[in-house]
């Protein structure tokens, strides 16, 4: 039927957004569980934290990666199932079974999903993000921005289906930077490159 592979492309997408690279990275290095430090989270921000800039590294990309692999096998189905995929990484990332649902803020699996659907997004939203990283230094708001911009980017690129995803998966990220958001207008978000 026409809707099984949308709903195999979503459950693959969310079992491979779930692997929780962060968490994984941290403790095959011995350095216990990324959740217990800094805000807890098990990103690559946080896991900056720990002083390994390589696992922070290599955490980024296996996040992103997720994203876009899900994306690549779920394209052989059709644009439909790639789009399922993609929120179904998102998903997986935000909400891991494994965790007990307590996962990351999605920004690299964003990113990830970009690149597999449509990979000039992705540059845009990576272009966003530096630029308005160079202006003022917080990587939430840079974040944020990126994520706003880059349904426009996809709307005037005549790429309707994917802005759709890319606007419901920004509502997302903006509810998982909530607690940034409250800080940004606080004026006590910690800038890139200063100890949070």
């Known amino acids: 039927m026409p809707f099984v592979p949308i709903i195999v492309a979503l459950l693959l997408g969310y079992l491979l957004g779930s692997i929780p690279f962060g968490v994984l990275l941290t403790k095959a290095a011995g350095l216990g569980d ?3 430090i800094g805000s807890g989270n098990i990103g690559a921000t946080n896991v900056l934290r720990t002083g390994r800039k390589d696992l922070a590294i290599a955490t980024l990309l296996l996040d992103g990666l997720k994203g876009t692999l899900a994306v690549v096998i779920a394209l052989a189905w059709g644009p ?9 990484a998102f998903l997986g990332h935000v909400f891991p079974v494994w965790l007990n649902f307590k996962g990351g ?3 690299a699996t964003f990113l990830g999903c ?3 659907l449509y990979w000039p997004a992705a540059l845009f939203f990576a272009a966003m993000w530096i630029a308005t990283a160079r202006a003022t230094r917080y990587s939430s708001l840079s974040a944020l921005v990126a994520t706003a911009l880059t349904p426009v980017f996809l709307l005037v690129s005549h790429r ?3 802005a759709g995803l890319a606007m419901a998966l920004g509502v997302l990220l903006f509810v ?9 207008k606080a004026g006590t978000e910690s800038r890139i490159g200063e100890s949070s």
């Open 34 to 36: 990324v959740r217990s």
């Open 80 to 88: 439909n199932a790639a789009i399922a995929a993609a929120l179904g």
């Open 105 to 107: 803020k999605g920004v």
């Open 114 to 116: 970009l690149l597999g």
């Open 160 to 162: 309707v289906g994917d």
């Open 176 to 184: 998982t930077h909530r607690e940034n958001i409250g800080r940004l």
